[in-house]
Each structure stands twice: as structure tokens, then as C-alpha cells.
């Protein structure tokens, strides 16, 4: 039995991003891990019957990399029992991004997962929305309230739904025309879920992945001058924006937690008034660990030891940059951030044998590396999907790279038949 029809690939591939993002985020729930994997080897087998062919890449390589480095790290962390889980879970990544290359190993496969995230983000916003109900997200809008944390975390909604709209706006650009198509109504909702989030990230997600996507889509290479202009122009409008967004009514809410940032940064802020104050001490613990242990970090995963030993809070540090250098020090720090360094480094040398993609793939791809100062994300399932869309894109460039080496044909190479 063989079923072609993309559509089926592409709920699955979305069903299969909702669930892994639903189990980074809703404690308790390691069981509903197994289902996107069955339900995505269901699809490949009604797909492509017994010639399944599981694909071992650089990526699945480097992920293994870091799970084992992961696991040696027990060997002197402080607490092994807080490095173990993060070992399983490692594990859980590489089976699964195995299981999710089955299928997007072809070029296909970045319009799938982009896709994917999209319409996930806007799946997730609507059933947030209506389990925390209508009329309360009224009063929350009416009175610039956040939502609480009962259905999710609320910085993860907002975050979810900004990822969305991000690249909605892309595939808006790439239809040519500012014509607005019966699908986009689905913004409505993300926008919705992003206000009452109230999330300092979300903003920051949507300001330079707007930004991104529309800067690249509009940048032109044989005429710089023009599109310099371009920039000073869109960024001026973009700050005015920003400034009349934040002081309407609807964003009081995060208004005030964008002037706890400035208080934090001017010293004026405490532990009891701003909760920025506790993140700021969290990264001066992280530079205060690596600087004790700046080859092999205090252990992966140990940082929660030490924020409840010196804060009396059981919690990570709340940055990706300063986790890692404080439990995995300068070793594992690099084999983490290898594959970004490749794909980065990749995506600019061939930038010349851009793909439709492209622009928001780079631009996602800014956003995670910079979100990692505000977000730990190396044991997220959810980066780990972002990290496969990213790696595709290089690799899509870096081959039409080679293509077009072999097109270019040495004229002493050439014999003319008469």
C-alpha cells in the first residue's frame, strides 16, 4: 500500500512538532513522547512501504556527540542524578530526529517543517485560548493582565505563536503580491495568544524575525546603495512602531516588563520588586562556575544544584550561553554550538545560491542563536526541529553549490563532433 499525498506527510510532520512541543513544556507527560514517533513511522511505512530508508547524517552525528559528552559529564558532575535525565533525553533527540529524517531528507522537507512550526504555533494559540476560555481572555486583553501558567507556560505560548507569524510574513512576501488569502485569519489568533503572553521574548522574536525576513527579502546585492536606504528607512519606521505599540493600553502589561529590564540594567532593580534582578545573578553564578571550571563545566545539568544552594531555588540559569559554559565548560560549549558555527558559516559562504527559503531560515536561525541568551535550550526537543530545518538549508545551498561547480565546464574539456 503506497500513499503519496504530501498533505499526509505534512499533518504528520505537524502533529509530530505539536506533541514534542507540548512535552518540552507540560511536566509530567513522558509518556505522549512514543505517539509523534509511532504515528511518523506509520506515515513513512503508508508511504513508502517496506523501503524505509533511515538516513545517518552529520547532524544526527554531532547530536550523538553531545549525548555522549553528556554522559561522561556524570563521571564529575556535582550531582550525577541531575545529569542522567538530561543523558535520556539526549537520547530521545537522536532517535527522534532520526525518525523525522525519514521523510524530510529531500528539499521537501524544509517547506514541510517551516510549515509545520507555522501552522503548530497557531494550533497551539487556538487551544490555549479556548481551554483557558474566551471571556477570560477578554478580561486579560481589557485589563493588560498576563495569562498564568495553568494550561502552559506562558513565555512558551507567546514564543509558539511569534515563531508562527514570523513565517507567515515570509510565505505573505513570497506570494509577490500584498494579497491577503483565506488562511490568514489563523493570524488573529497568535496575535491574541502573543499579547496575553505578555512573553519579553516573544516580542524580541517577532521585532527581528520581522525585521529579518523583511530586510533579506528586500536586500539587493548589485545595488547596495538603494538598499541601504531601504534599511535606514524600515528601521526608523520599525522604532516608531515599537514605541506606539508599546504604549497602547493592550501592551501595558509588557511595557512594564521591558522597564524592569531597564531598571535591572541601570542597578536600581531587587530580588523582591524584578524578577530580571534573580536572572542577572543567575549569569554572574554561570561566570562564577566556569571561571572555577573552564574546561569540563560542574556537570551537565548541574546548575540547578548550585542556583538552590546560593538562591534557595531549584532552577536552571535562564541563558543557554552561561548553562553551558558553567556545566559543560569550554568543551562542551563548542561541541554544542559546532553545528550552528557549520550551518552558519555554510549559509553565508553560499549565500549566492539562495533558496526561496533562505531569508527566514537565516533569520530563524539569528533569532535561536540570540534567544540563547534569555532561553536554555540545548535539551529542548522543540531546538532540536529548528536545528533540522537549518541544517537542510545548508546542506540545500552547499549542493547547489556543487552542481553549479560541475555546470562550469573548462572550454580545453570540450570536444566539438563534426
Known sequence: MRITQDKFLNLSTCIYFIIIYLSDNIAGNSSILVVPMLLFLLCSYL???????????????????????????????????????????????????????????????????????????????????ILFG?????DLLSSSTRIDNSVINANSLGMSAAYALVIHLYYILARGKLKLEKKDWLILPAVIALIVSGSRKAMLIV????????????????????????????????????????????????????????????????????????????????????????????????????TELNFGIN??????????????????????YSMYAYILYTMIKYRKYRTREYDVCMTLLIIQLFIGFALVQYFSKTVYIYLLLFYLEARKLKNAAKQAQQLTVDPADVTILE
Open 207 to 306: 521585532a527581528v524575525g520581522f525585521s529579518g525576513v523583511i530586510i533579506l527579502r528586500f536586500w539587493d546585492e548589485n545595488n547596495r546603495k538603494k538598499s541601504w536606504l531601504r534599511l535606514i528607512a524600515f528601521l526608523i519606521v520599525a522604532v516608531i512602531l515599537v514605541v506606539v505599540v508599546l504604549n497602547m493600553s493592550l501592551f501595558q502589561n509588557l511595557n512594564d516588563r521591558m522597564l524592569d529590564v531597564v531598571e535591572a540594567l541601570l542597578g536600581n532593580a531587587t530580588r523582591r520588586t524584578n524578577s530580571v534582578w534573580l536572572r542577572f545573578q543567575y549569569i554572574l553564578l554561570g561566570i562564577d562556575l566556569f571561571i572555577q571550571h573552564p574546561l569540563l563545566g560542574v556537570g551537565i545539568g548541574n546548575s540547578n544544584y548550585y
Open 47 to 129: 508511504t513508502h512501504g517496506r523501503k524505509i530508508k533511515v538516513m545517518i547524517t552529520p547532524l544526527h552525528l554531532y547530536i550523538l556527540a553531545f549525548a555522549l559528552f553528556t554522559l561522561l559529564s556524570s563521571l564529575w558532575a556535582t550531582d550525577r542524578s541531575l545529569t542522567l535525565p538530561k543523558f535520556n533525553a539526549m537520547i530521545f533527540i537522536l532517535v527522534a530526529m532520526v525518525v523525522l529524517m525519514i521523510d524530510n531528507y529531500d528539499d521537501s522537507g524544509i517547506d514541510r517543517l517551516l510549515k509545520s512550526i507555522m501552522y503548530g504555533g497557531y494550533v497551539l494559540s487556538f487551544i490555549v485560548l
Open 134 to 138: 474566551f471571556s477570560n481572555v477578554a
Open 315 to 336: 532552577h536552571y540559569l535562564h541563558t543557554n550561553i552561561f548553562e553551558l559554559l558553567a556545566c559543560g565548560g569550554l568543551i562542551g560549549f563548542c561541541i554544542y
